[in-house]
Nanobody, 116 residues
Framework: QVQLVESGGGLVQAGGSLRLSCAAS????????MGWYRQAPGKQRELVAG???????NYADSVKGRFTISRDNVWGAVYLQMNSLKPGDTAVYYC??????????WGKGTLVTVSS
């Protein structure tokens, strides 16, 4: 089992920055990929960014060039640096991990609100 706890959300003005953190505990040695998803009111949850244990990354087109995902394999943490935030980035952001056995775990989410 892997437990995930997000932090770093909050209220920010458009154009501002936030850094989200996700701390993993439990069987962190079993984690392959980690990522960030978000869900805006009335919309489906969508992938924002992902990173493999080897450091390969992928991003949603809407955040490319503005968001950066990084990972600390020793401590089992994943981060999301969000710059040039837009009101459309407002959502609950969820940390996700997938193990080598393809088990999926989710955090409870952290709210990011971007005001115009």
């Amino acid at each position: 089992q892997v437990q995930l706890v997000e932090s770093g959300g909050g209220l920010v003005q458009a154009g501002g920055s936030l850094r989200l953190s996700c701390a993993a505990s439990g069987a962190i040695f079993s984690v392959n990929t980690m990522g960030w998803y978000r869900q805006a009111p009335g919309k489906q949850r969508e992938l924002v960014a992902g990173i493999t244990s080897g450091g390969s990354t992928n991003y949603a087109d809407s955040v490319k060039g503005r968001f950066t995902i990084s990972r600390d394999n020793v401590w089992g943490a994943v981060y999301l640096q969000m710059n040039s935030l837009k009101p459309g980035d407002t959502a609950v952001y969820y940390c996700n991990s997938v193990t080598y056995r393809r088990e999926t775990y989710w955090g409870k989410g952290t709210l990011v609100t971007v005001s115009s």
